[in-house]
């Protein structure tokens, strides 16, 4: 039989082959040989292509996974689990690769890489209004195709390029107080589970399962495909940007904490963001409107900007679904190869997550806003560029902060007001000098807003949390309900990386 390894010009997996370095190149090569005799299209260290396969997207995390495996099939995705299980391997899938902290490839080395990139396809059935998109698919491509096929569309993210790690821990976009998170559109998922078999989950069938794979997807399992909600997307979409220079911290507190009270009431059609591109003070208010009209749009935003220093710049326009996403995503295409994907940027993040019970008091604006102002080029940051996003998720009638889907998901914070995302990218590079530059620099953002009692983001993985932190900040109150179920479907962690769920003991 022709092995479809060899097929896809892949190294062969050879008893002879060359035992991978580790602390047991025995045990290793049984692992190998039982990919082998499974058929699964494997790459390993020394093949040529391992290198480009192998490396993070954030380049500031140098990862080498044990092997990475490209299934074609769900039994290939079975029998690498499988094998991993036998051989005592951990095992991480690859989505789009966008992990902050190269979770896609294990969060550190050794671990067992299955990339899903062949696993791209999104049909769209008329008959459920459901989207089945495969388990590495990517957001451009998903609401490019399901625009050409039936005009629908599921709230995401802004990066086309992001992969289905995005909804199997959240997921936030310009349409999801309107609609939800992307998490929320997930009405059944195909799943290989820590024993590898293929499984269906879904509210009443394996619905513990279902639960935790919404919310805490890469600790439970390898999902193959998602069935997702869609939605008869609008063409009429208010688009608006309003760019402001405050002479002083004084004044840019004013407005935020201006901008904050009209949130705590916007209706869910409205998405909000203010955002800071690394000037000092300087901020943007942008965000986009699912009701009808700029008039509409109007009358809900004059009586805020009234209170706010005149903008520098203002953008407001009307555009249809297509052109709303390509604006967020500052790209003139959203179709990203949906095979062989190879960009990359070095970057560090954190993010910080504020309860709709409690706003940000003005004390700690004036302290992020202080910072802020000292972080020019040559400052504390020592010229590191960065942004800081930060976005509404609550307040009114948001879809996001409904307390019907409390239990409907593991999804960490469901009562959410803002998500703070602190980023930098390291225009020097990954030097140690320049990691710690970073590291302390977003820390010092994050730590003069964080209260006692505010969370983080899961999508913005933060390698520098310990594993109960990352935990506790994540999933805060679904943390005891997700170590039982972990400990039912996982108790042997076959689907473990840095930050996973740890079983109930
Ligand atoms: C440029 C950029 C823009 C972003 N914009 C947004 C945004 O607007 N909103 C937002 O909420 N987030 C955003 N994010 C964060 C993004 O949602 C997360 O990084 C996300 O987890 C990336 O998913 P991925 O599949 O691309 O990454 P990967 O690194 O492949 O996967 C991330 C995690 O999910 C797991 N995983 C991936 N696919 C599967 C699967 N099929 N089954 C089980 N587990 C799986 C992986 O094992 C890993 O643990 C952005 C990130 C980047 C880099």
Redesign the pocket.
């Known amino acids: 039989m022709v092995r479809i390894s060899i097929l896809l010009g892949l190294v062969p997996l050879l008893v002879s082959a060359s035992p991978v370095p580790g602390p047991d190149p025995a045990k290793d090569q049984l692992f190998f040989n039982c990919l082998y005799d499974g058929d699964v299209p494997t790459v390993l260290q020394s093949s040529a292509n391992f290198g480009q396969l192998a490396s993070a997207?954030n380049l500031r995390l140098q990862i080498k996974p044990k092997v990475v495996t490209i299934p074609t099939s769900t039994t290939h995705v079975s029998n690498t689990v499988k094998c991993a299980k036998k051989y005592g391997f951990q095992v991480?899938?690859?989505?789009?690769?966008?992990?902050?902290s190269?979770?896609?490839l294990g969060g550190i080395s050794d671990k067992v890489v299955i990339d899903?990139q062949n696993f791209h396809d999104v049909k769209y059935d008329s008959k459920t209004q459901l989207a089945e998109v495969g388990?590495?698919a990517r957001l451009g491509n998903i609401a490019r195709k399901l625009y050409d096929q039936a005009k629908r569309g599921i709230p995401h993210?802004?990066?086309p390029a992001?992969?289905?790690?995005?909804p199997?821990?959240?997921?936030?976009?310009i349409s999801s107080r309107n609609w939800g998170l992307m998490v929320d559109q997930i009405v059944q998922v195909q799943v290989v589970t820590a024993d590898g078999s293929l499984k269906i989950a879904k509210k009443n069938y394996n619905g513990d399962l279902f639960w935790a794979l919404k919310g805490a997807?890469?600790s439970f399992?390898?999902?193959?495909k998602f069935w997702f909600k869609t939605y008869a997307v609008p063409e009429s979409i208010v688009n608006y940007s309003y760019r402001f220079q405050p002479g002083s911290v004084a004044q840019a507190v004013d407005a935020f904490m201006n901008i904050q009270t009209f949130a705590r009431t916007a209706p869910k059609e409205l998405g909000l963001g203010v955002s800071l591109w690394g000037s000092g003070v300087n901020f943007e208010l942008s965000g986009a409107y699912y009701g009808k009209t700029q008039a509409q749009f109007n009358a809900l935003f004059q009586p805020l900007l009234k209170k706010l220093p005149a903008p520098t710049s203002t953008t407001l326009d009307t555009r249809g679904w297509i052109d709303t996403l390509l604006r967020f995503a500052g790209s003139g295409t959203l179709s990203v190869p949906e095979t062989g994907y190879n960009e990359h940027t070095t970057l560090y993040a954190k993010s910080l997550v504020t309860s709709n019970k409690a706003p940000i008091e003005r004390k700690g604006m004036e302290n992020f806003f202080n910072y802020a102002a000292q972080q020019g080029p040559g400052a504390a940051n020592q010229g590191l560029p960065w942004f800081v996003i930060i976005n509404l998720y609550g307040g009114g009638n948001s879809a996001i902060t409904n307390p019907a889907l409390l239990n409907e998901s593991s999804y960490g914070h469901r009562d959410t007001l803002w998500n703070f995302q602190f980023y930098t990218t390291m225009s020097n590079g990954f030097s140690p000098a320049g990691n710690t530059a970073a590291i302390n620099f977003l820390s010092g953002f994050d730590k003069v807003v964080r209260r006692s009692g505010d969370f983080s983001y899961v999508?913005?993985?933060d390698p520098t949390y310990t594993r109960s932190q990352a935990q506790k900040l994540y999933y805060g109150k679904q943390l005891t309900r997700l170590s039982l179920v972990k400990k039912k479907w996982d108790k042997n962690q076959v689907f473990w990386?840095p930050q996973s769920i740890d079983p109930a003991r």
């Open positions: 997207y991480s899938a690859r989505g789009g690769g966008h992990s902050y190269a979770q896609g899903l388990g590495g993210g802004t990066c992001v992969g289905m790690g995005h199997s821990l959240g997921g936030f976009g997807g890469p399992g390898i999902i193959t999508n913005y993985a990386y």
